[in-house]
C-alpha cells in the first residue's frame, strides 16, 4: 500500500486511508494526548468533509455515529437529563471495539487542540484550502467567545 503523493501532501483514499489515519497520529499525538479527541479530529482531518466540520463546529452541531461523537453541550440543556455533561464543554466519544473512551473538554481547550489538527490538514493535505481554514478558525474563535 503506497501513499499517493503531490510534494508532500497526501490524498487520502480508500486503499490508503489507515496509512493516513497513522501519519495523523504521528503528527498529532504530541500535540493533543486525549484519545477520542485525537481520533475525532483525525477522522475529521482525513474526510472529504473536513470544511464542513469546521462549520459544524462553529455552529455547535454535534455529530455522533457508533465509533466516534463530538457533542456540544447545548444538546443537553437540562442539568436533570443524566446525559447532561456540563455547560459550555464537547463530549468527545470513541469506541475502539473493546474499550469506549470519553473526554469533556472546554472551548479553549479544545481550540488548542482544534489549531494543530488545521494545520495538519493546511501542511499534508490541502494546502490550496490555507485561507478559507484561516477564517473558519477565526469565526470558530469568535463564536465560542475566545480571546
Known amino acids: 500500500m503506497s501513499i499517493e503523493k503531490n510534494n508532500k501532501v497526501t490524498v487520502v483514499t480508500e486503499e490508503n486511508f489507515m496509512e493516513c489515519m497513522r501519519e495523523y497520529d504521528a503528527y498529532y499525538w504530541k500535540k493533543c494526548n486525549k484519545g477520542s479527541v485525537s481520533l ?29 461523537a463530538m457533542i456540544f453541550s447545548e444538546d443537553y440543556d437540562d442539568p436533570y437529563d443524566e446525559s447532561y455533561f456540563g455547560e459550555n464543554v464537547i463530549c468527545f ?19 488548542k487542540y482544534l489549531v494543530p489538527a488545521c494545520e495538519f490538514y493546511v501542511e499534508r493535505r490541502h494546502p490550496e484550502h490555507k485561507e478559507i481554514v484561516e477564517q473558519k478558525l477565526k469565526e470558530i474563535r469568535e463564536a465560542y467567545g475566545l480571546k
Open 93 to 111: 466519544f470513541s469506541s475502539l471495539g473493546y474499550d469506549d473512551v470519553e473526554d469533556i473538554i472546554g472551548y479553549e481547550e479544545f481550540y
Open 40 to 68: 475525532t479530529l483525525n477522522r475529521y482531518v482525513n474526510s472529504k468533509n473536513f470544511l464542513k466540520h469546521l462549520d459544524d463546529m462553529k455552529n455547535k452541531l454535534s455529530d455522533y455515529n457508533q465509533s466516534y
